[in-house]
């Protein structure tokens, strides 16, 4: 190929018209004559084990003391507090500081925190996504205004 002869020989195929060649001193011939697979019975030797009934599994019981709503909630809020006077030791891009502020924002309802979520989306390089930023900042900032008027 390219200028230099081949020294091996060349096996055709013989079952279409192809012209693709494999050297012959690797023992194939090109065949593509289908392999049988063995029976499905030399694969399952034994039956699997059988599924007991239902009344013999044993049954799990939640505890009585598992976490309502209220627990949550108050999980939440005092999660929101530990991470307010940390969230700064976070090594976090601008988009990433303002989607952590707005979502600090929206789940605390923490107006104090709009100056932050301003000054992470002014950082942001991209103006697309900083165009998209300042958006949420004056949605939110709309928010917490007409909550006032309207409360």
């Known amino acids: ?36 697979a063995p ?13 007991p009934p239902a ?8 505890p009585a003391t598992a ?11 005092q999660a929101l507090s530990a991470l307010s006077p940390i969230v700064s030791h976070l090594d976090q891009t601008p988009e990433e500081k303002f989607r952590t502020t707005m979502m600090m ?3 605390s309802d923490n107006q104090t925190l709009i100056k932050n ?11 697309k996504q900083k ?3 300042l958006l949420d900042i004056v949605n939110e900032i709309n928010y917490f205004t007409h909550q006032g008027q309207n409360g």
Do not use: C, R
């Open 1 to 36: 190929m390219f200028g230099h002869q081949d020294d091996q020989p060349t096996v055709s195929d013989q079952s279409d018209d192809s012209t693709f060649k494999q050297p012959a001193a690797n023992g194939w011939q090109g065949s593509k004559t289908a392999v049988a």
């Open 39 to 51: 029976p499905a019975s030399d694969f399952m030797q034994s039956s699997p084990a059988p599924i």
């Open 55 to 62: 009344a013999t599994l044993p049954t799990v019981s939640l």
């Open 67 to 77: 976490a309502g709503d209220d627990d949550l909630l108050s999980i939440k809020q």
């Open 105 to 107: 924002i929206q789940a």
């Open 117 to 127: 979520a301003y000054e992470a989306a002014t950082a942001i390089i991209d103006e």
């Open 131 to 133: 165009a998209q930023a």
